[in-house]
């Protein structure tokens, strides 16, 4: 059991010490973007289940490799809210507000919802590419995908998910998603599966973009982070005066 404990703590240790903080002073109030994701993604599900409101989200929301571009690019914002219909919507609605909610904690609302979009939008352009490429290639997809919908809020909880993972030292978790979305794809190869993939190669580069950047400053401080090493001479003492009564 203490082994257990122990390397709970080595994996998740810092995550729960940067989550603790905030989340003991502001509550719910700490986590507006998640909180607001989780109602915005069952509203549209919601909405998307009726017959007055399939269009409207369809024509919003939902992006296809077959639509242009430009309208492709201009659905995705709200696309990062509108779950598949065939799954489950409480699977979607827990993982937005477990995975979410860790994320703005430790990284802040602005990078949770630049990350987010960041892991959507290489699943979107990923698609595009691999019809262009064709089945015949191994990244390639076959030419029905392209009126497939995509994946939805899951690119972006896994690429979360990763970053998180990466960022907070708990790489086992990290690495378990991974692996977990790799044999996703080679048990049931589709377009989601491959777009998880896309969004995890996506926050990886931005990993490796920033453990470089990380590198080539202490590089350029010429240290490891530590403050320097201040040698003393006796001109650098202070001189303490008598006070003579």
């Excluded at 989780?38 to 929301?61: E, F, M, N, P, R």
């Excluded at 490429?133 to 076959?142: A, E, N, Q, R, V």
């Excluded at 993939?197 to 530590?226: H, K, P």
Aim: net charge positive; glycine share 10%.
């Amino acid at each position: 059991m203490n082994t257990l404990a122990r390397l709970c703590r080595a994996e998740w240790g810092p995550l729960y010490a940067a989550m603790r903080p905030p989340l003991l002073r502001r509550r719910l109030g700490a986590v507006p973007l998640t909180v607001g994701a989780v109602c915005l993604t069952a509203v549209l599900h919601g909405a998307h289940g009726t017959s007055w409101g399939y269009g409207l989200v369809q024509g919003a929301g939902t992006v296809r490799a077959a639509d242009p571009l430009w309208l492709a690019l201009l659905r995705t914002p709200l696309s990062l809210f509108v779950p598949a219909l065939d799954l489950p919507v409480w699977g979607a609605l827990a993982q937005i507000l477990v995975v979410f909610g860790i994320a703005e904690l430790c990284l802040g609302r602005r990078r949770t919802l630049a990350l987010a979009y960041a892991a959507t939008l290489a699943g979107t352009l990923y698609a595009r590419l691999g019809i262009a490429l064709g089945p015949h290639t191994p990244l390639g997809l076959p030419t029905s995908d392209a009126h497939v919908v995509d994946t939805g809020p899951s690119a972006a909880v896994v690429g979360l998910a990763v970053y998180v993972g990466w960022r907070h030292g708990a790489y086992v978790t990290a690495g378990a998603v991974i692996a977990a979305m790799v044999i996703e794809v080679l048990v049931k190869e589709n377009l989601a599966g491959k777009e998880h993939l896309a969004a995890i190669a996506a926050v990886s580069a931005l990993c490796a973009a920033g453990a470089l950047r990380q590198r080539w400053s202490r590089a350029r401080t010429g240290s490891s982070g530590a403050p320097p090493i201040q040698s003393w001479t006796l001109r650098d003492r202070p001189v303490q005066r008598r006070s003579w009564r």
